[in-house]
């Protein structure tokens, strides 16, 4: 069991890698989160957004909606309507937790609500995530598999029948699947600054995307997890508010956000740019227990002159330890760069580590040596095989 997390604010090209580990895997399993992420898969000339189904579903692999997800059944029926069109068949293959829970069309106005009364706006997506999650733990949510029981509109109720075939106790689908010694991948959506434990508190969504959430989301336990790969876009970025300590108000800024085509897949907002943050690698190294790296978009420095990496944080004069709790400490502090030289080459037609421009591969060797874990896989394009292994 190999659990796939993301290691910034979300948006690390998760989707991608997710699809490429797919090939080997029997099972793909999302485990929290619901209709605010968003992940494109290329595949040849076919773009597929996707929201909620895992993007194992583009490889006719299995996939499962766990017991940690909030789904929107109108939103999931849309997607699967969508899917369908295009030639994937998903009955049979595409499973939902009973125990889910559903996200319903109150949940969707009290997140506006909630957002419009807050002074600092978290820039939630809007897709009633965090009431659903509330209602969850208040004990007073909607599971899919009691739909029947529930008093849902009439829209909720037929998209509810639709989805009805895909009903499953997934957990112990997954509990048999596990015994049998399949290979099951668990994909976390966001990522570990947006946890709702770990991340930057209140700018975080309603889940636990870091790998701890993969088994209590899913149902499996914790001495199955073989492996987490953590996926480290190398610069960084983030949509929505909150401190983010290497943003690039510049046009050095501009020119990742334009070359990585920075915009959110579920609400186009523009993205924020950065530097690469390796007190957050690091942290999110920890916290997850990352054994190795994906390193994505790496074409998408080209072209500059010299790139920064952040190696530290300073705050009143001292170096800080770990990673702040505080919001007024992330908003003041110092990032202390690194700055290595660039190359100007395109990566896009790179298949091999050796093909990359030496500086490109120093790059990715300060990563590994500052976080003390290799890389395991380096992405230099939207295509499947613009993924090199080192
Ligand atoms: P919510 O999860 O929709 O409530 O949004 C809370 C915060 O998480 C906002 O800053 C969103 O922009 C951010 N967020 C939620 N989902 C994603 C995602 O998939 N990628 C990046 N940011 C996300
Ligand atoms: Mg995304």
Same mark, same amino acid.
């Not at 202390?336 to 790179?350: K, M, Q, R, V």
């Given at each position: 069991?190999?659990?796939?997390?993301?290691?910034?604010?979300?948006?690390? $090209?998760?989707?991608?890698?997710?699809?490429?580990?797919?090939?080997?895997?029997?099972?793909?399993?999302?485990?929290?989160?619901?209709?605010?992420?968003?992940?494109?898969?290329?595949?040849?000339?076919?773009?597929?957004?996707?929201?909620?189904?895992? @993007?194992?579903?583009?490889?006719?692999?299995? @996939?499962?909606?766990?017991?940690?997800?909030?789904?929107?059944?109108?939103?999931?029926?849309?997607?699967?309507?969508?899917?369908?069109?295009?030639?994937?068949?998903?009955?049979?293959?595409?499973?939902?937790?009973?125990?889910?829970?559903?996200?319903?069309?109150?949940?969707?106005?009290?997140?506006?609500?909630?957002?419009? $009364?807050?002074?600092?706006?978290?820039?939630?997506?809007?897709?009633?995530?965090?009431?659903?999650?509330?209602?969850?733990?208040?004990?007073?949510?909607?599971?899919?598999?009691?739909?029947? *029981?529930?008093?849902?509109?009439?829209?909720?109720?037929?998209?509810?029948?639709?989805?009805?075939?895909?009903?499953?106790?997934?957990?112990?689908?997954?509990?048999?699947?596990?015994?049998?010694?399949?290979?099951?991948?668990?994909?976390?959506?966001?990522? =570990?600054?947006?946890?709702?434990?770990?991340?930057?508190?209140?700018?975080?969504?309603?889940?636990?995307? @870091?790998?701890?959430?993969?088994?209590?989301?899913?149902?499996?336990?914790?001495?199955?997890?073989?492996?987490?790969?953590?996926?480290?876009?190398?610069?960084?970025?983030?949509?929505?508010?909150?401190?983010?300590? *290497?943003?690039?108000?510049?046009?050095?800024?501009?020119?990742?956000?334009?070359?990585?085509?920075?915009?959110? =897949?579920? =609400?186009? +907002?523009?993205? +924020?740019?950065?530097?690469?943050?390796?007190?957050?690698?690091?942290?999110?190294?920890?916290?997850?227990?990352?054994?190795?790296?994906?390193?994505?978009?790496?074409?998408?420095?080209?072209?500059?002159?010299?790139?920064?990496?952040?190696?530290?944080?300073?705050?009143?004069?001292?170096?800080?330890?770990?990673?702040?709790?505080?919001?007024?400490?992330?908003?003041?502090?110092?990032?202390?760069?690194?700055?290595?030289?660039?190359? @100007?080459?395109?990566?896009?037609?790179?298949?091999?580590?050796?093909?990359?421009?030496?500086?490109?591969?120093?790059?990715?060797?300060?990563?590994?040596?500052?976080?003390?874990?290799?890389?395991?896989?380096?992405?230099?394009?939207?295509?499947?095989?613009?993924?090199?292994?080192?």
């Amino acid at each position: 069991m190999q659990i796939i997390v993301g290691a910034q604010w979300g948006d690390e $090209g998760k989707g991608k890698i997710v699809d490429y580990l797919s090939e080997h895997a029997d099972w793909i399993v999302r485990y929290q989160g619901g209709n605010n992420a968003g992940h494109t898969v290329i595949v040849g000339e076919e773009t597929f957004k996707l929201h909620l189904v895992p @993007s194992g579903i583009c490889r006719n692999k299995r @996939s499962i909606l766990g017991n940690g997800v909030v789904l929107n059944p109108i939103a999931l029926v849309n997607e699967l309507e969508a899917l369908h069109a295009r030639g994937f068949q998903t009955e049979g293959r595409f499973f939902i937790s009973e125990r889910a829970h559903l996200i319903l069309h109150q949940h969707l106005a009290q997140d506006q609500a909630e957002e419009a $009364g807050r002074s600092q706006k978290v820039g939630t997506t809007g897709k009633g995530i965090g009431p659903a999650y509330m209602a969850k733990v208040a004990r007073s949510g909607v599971r899919a598999g009691a739909w029947q *029981t529930a008093e849902l509109n009439a829209e909720e109720q037929a998209a509810m029948q639709k989805l009805r075939p895909y009903l499953a106790n997934t957990e112990h689908l997954l509990h048999e699947a596990l015994e049998k010694g399949e290979h099951i991948l668990l994909e976390g959506a966001q990522g =570990t600054f947006l946890d709702i434990d770990h991340g930057t508190y209140p700018f975080v969504t309603s889940s636990n995307c @870091s790998s701890g959430g993969a088994c209590t989301g899913s149902g499996l336990p914790p001495t199955a997890v073989r492996s987490v790969t953590g996926i480290l876009k190398a610069y960084t970025t983030r949509v929505g508010n909150g401190p983010f300590p *290497t943003e690039l108000t510049d046009d050095t800024g501009t020119y990742l956000q334009q070359q990585g085509h920075e915009f959110g =897949t579920t =609400t186009g +907002r523009i993205r +924020r740019c950065g530097w690469l943050d390796l007190v957050m690698a690091n942290y999110a190294r920890r916290i997850n227990g990352i054994t190795e790296w994906a390193i994505t978009k790496l074409d998408v420095l080209s072209g500059l002159e010299q790139i920064q990496v952040c190696t530290a944080y300073q705050h009143q004069g001292q170096t800080l330890a770990g990673y702040p709790s505080q919001l007024q400490t992330l908003e003041n502090l110092t990032p202390i760069y690194t700055s290595l030289p660039g190359w @100007s080459e395109s990566l896009a037609e790179c298949r091999q580590l050796s093909d990359l421009p030496a500086n490109a591969r120093h790059y990715l060797n300060f990563i590994a040596e500052q976080t003390h874990t290799p890389i395991a896989y380096v992405s230099v394009g939207p295509e499947r095989n613009q993924t090199l292994m080192p």
